[in-house]
């Protein structure tokens, strides 16, 4: 059973002669335990693609479903619930709540959800994540790999069972960028989740179970694993 | 509720205090301006509370003025009420040699509610004997002294003091009837021995209470609005209050919006992990009511203590009623300034968060 899927998905901005079909018809469907990278030239339709996924943006036409539940049947405050319940998002480093620290960055999620991870999970994540020593420190304290792990943290921390990550390794050298993938890849491989990675970084690809390419909205699967890279 | 909002405020400790510290000021000021209205009421109206009546009867001539105002004691004994009280009343500066003052002399009758508790000294008994109000001794005047009036050859002699005796802003001396009569119309007059200037009834019931002809029954606080100069300072008080309240809500709204207009991308991203717009307007609602209720307290504090410090020449009587009512409208308007704030918040799109 897939966890994610999208029917004959359409995504069009604007009308007239302005108007950009962002997304055509895009077909696809994702199991627990994936992790499948998204690649593509600028403006192709990546983060239209995410968005409609992550129940940001309501596509023109075509069903998102999502654990049975098809988003565009339901209201903005389920879509919101499953947001906060289903999915984990990892943004741009400068994403974080500036006046929190770090271990209040995942504290905030205990406010308003329940079922996050406990605290001995908690503690796992931190060692994983090498920010165990950074607890106490705010945002503006921290270099943009530690920022993005943090991220990264903030998004596992709810027990998502999609992640969703837009060019998370962006802001890195390439070291820190491989461990975050490598990191990624953990975590959906222990927890089981799926996770979509959008990337401008060809070498990342490597890490990841599936690989689509976009191309003027058009999403094609990369077939042969170890062709990956030469495709693309 | 209050984690986001106490965290926030921990973390900006000086942007806050800023906050704080204008929300302080008004409140402050709003506290003393109330004070200020209260204690300058007092001074017109205290000796007319300590009668504790519900109504008064002047003619209807008088235009509301016990001044002017002239009847009987027959006008009085005319008049079927539960309790009442005849008062004369006249205007006089008083001077004991040394110091001068503006007093305002009741003639009354000993055995009549008007009749002063007496603080210091002792009852009127002799002729031309006063009690006087305490502010007199404030004012370099003691049991014993003797007092010429401007406007009579009569000496009064102060023979003990009360407190809460003001009316219309000049302390108050009591006396009796005759006393009155004497320094109103002289020694050798016969005429007017009956003449006093108003009746002061106690009934709940003054609907049912019929008087003479040309006499106008007023209630208590009727006749308080229509002292000389007494609304006019109410209603500029009040209003300067007022107009604090419009202020202090513009200035928490232009404060709440600055930082949150700051913080649009910071609520994007929370909005796009799912947390709601109910959580993060109730976050806002209760920073704003921290800011309001601490800015509240110390201007109170502030207040209390400047009002406990200032000469008592200086009218402030702080009533605790009013000042909490004043205190929890500036904390209820300081949270409708954060409307707007909330009302940007809603309207934050989470997708501009993630961006492209
Ligand atoms: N809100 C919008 N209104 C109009 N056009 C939009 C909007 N958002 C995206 N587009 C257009 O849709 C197309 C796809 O945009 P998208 O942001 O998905 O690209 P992308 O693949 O994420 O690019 P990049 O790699 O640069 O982030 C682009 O042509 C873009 O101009
Ligand atoms: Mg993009």
Redesign the pocket.
């Known amino acids: 059973m897939a966890v994610l899927e999208l029917k004959q998905v359409k995504k069009t ?2 009308s007239g002669h302005k108007q ?1 079909e ?1 997304l055509k018809e895009i077909n696809f469907s994702a199991d627990k335990g994936e992790l499948i990278a998204i690649i ?11 968005t409609i996924v992550g129940g940001l943006l309501t596509p023109t036409s075509g069903a998102v479903i999502i654990n049975n539940k098809n988003l565009s049947d339901i209201s903005e405050k389920e879509r919101s619930k499953i947001r906060l319940k289903e999915i984990g998002f990892v943004l741009q480093a400068s994403n974080l709540v500036p006046f929190l620290t770090v271990a209040n960055q995942l504290k905030l999620l205990d406010q308003v959800k329940k079922g996050n991870m406990t605290k001995s999970q908690l503690d796992d994540l931190y060692e994983d994540l090498e920010i165990g020593e950074l607890r106490t420190k705010y945002p503006a304290d921290l270099s943009g790999g530690e920022r993005q792990r943090v991220a990264i943290a903030k998004a596992l921390y709810s027990n998502p069972s999609i992640i969703l990550a ?2 998370p390794t962006a802001s890195l050298d390439s070291d820190r960028a491989y461990e975050v993938m490598e990191l990624l890849k953990n975590e959906t491989k222990r927890k089981n989740t799926t996770t979509i990675v ?1 990337t ?1 970084d060809i070498r990342l690809v490597d890490y990841c179970d599936k690989v689509y390419k ?1 191309t003027d ?1 058009v999403l094609l699967q990369v077939n042969e694993r170890n062709d990956k890279r030469d495709e693309v | 509720m209050m984690f986001l909002a106490w965290n926030e405020i921990k973390k900006n400790k000086l942007r806050f205090t800023l906050i704080i510290g204008v929300l302080m000021l008004v409140s402050y000021l709003v506290f003393f301006l109330s004070g200020l209205a209260t204690g300058l009421q007092n001074l017109n109206r205290e000796s007319v509370d300590k009668w504790q009546a519900e109504a008064i009867v002047l003619t209807e001539e008088s235009d509301k003025s016990m001044n002017q105002s002239s009847l009987t004691i027959e006008d009085a004994e005319a008049i079927d009420a539960k309790e009442l009280a005849v008062i004369g009343q006249i205007n006089a500066v008083a001077g004991n040699g040394d110091v001068k003052t503006k007093v305002s002399l009741f003639g009354i009758r000993e055995d009549e509610f008007i009749m002063p508790n007496v603080t210091e000294g002792k009852v009127f008994t002799g002729e031309n004997e006063v009690i006087a109000s305490d502010v007199l001794q404030d004012e370099g005047f003691k049991i014993g002294d003797e007092l010429q009036l401007s406007s009579s050859e009569q000496i009064l002699k102060i023979v003990g003091f009360t407190d809460n005796a003001r009316f219309n802003a000049a302390p108050v001396l009591y006396g009796d009837l005759s006393t009155f009569h004497r320094v109103k119309f002289g020694e050798a007059d016969e005429l007017n021995l009956t003449s006093i200037n108003a009746i002061v009834v106690r009934d709940d019931n003054i609907e049912a209470i019929t008087t003479g002809k040309s006499l106008e029954l007023m209630q208590v606080e009727t006749f308080i609005e229509n002292l000389p100069g007494y609304t006019e300072q109410s209603l500029t008080l009040n209003f300067m209050i007022y107009f604090l309240f419009v202020i202090s809500a513009v200035i928490v709204a232009i404060f709440l919006y600055v930082l949150t207009v700051q913080k649009i991308s910071m609520f994007g991203v929370m909005k796009a992990q799912g947390i709601s717009n109910g959580y993060l307007a109730r976050s806002v609602i209760a920073q704003t009511f921290l800011l309001a209720a601490v800015g509240v307290i110390i201007g109170f504090v502030l207040s209390l203590i400047t009002g406990a410090l200032l000469p008592s020449a200086v009218p402030v009587a702080f009533n605790l009623i009013t000042m909490s009512i004043y205190g929890l409208v500036l904390i209820v308007v300081a949270i409708m300034g954060a409307v707007f704030s909330i009302l940007t918040i809603v309207r934050i799109d989470p ?1 501009k968060a993630i961006g ?1």
């Open positions: 901005f604007g950009v962002a593509g030239p600028s403006g192709s339709g990546k983060s239209t693609f995410l837009d060019e959008v401008h976009m909205g | 997708l492209g």
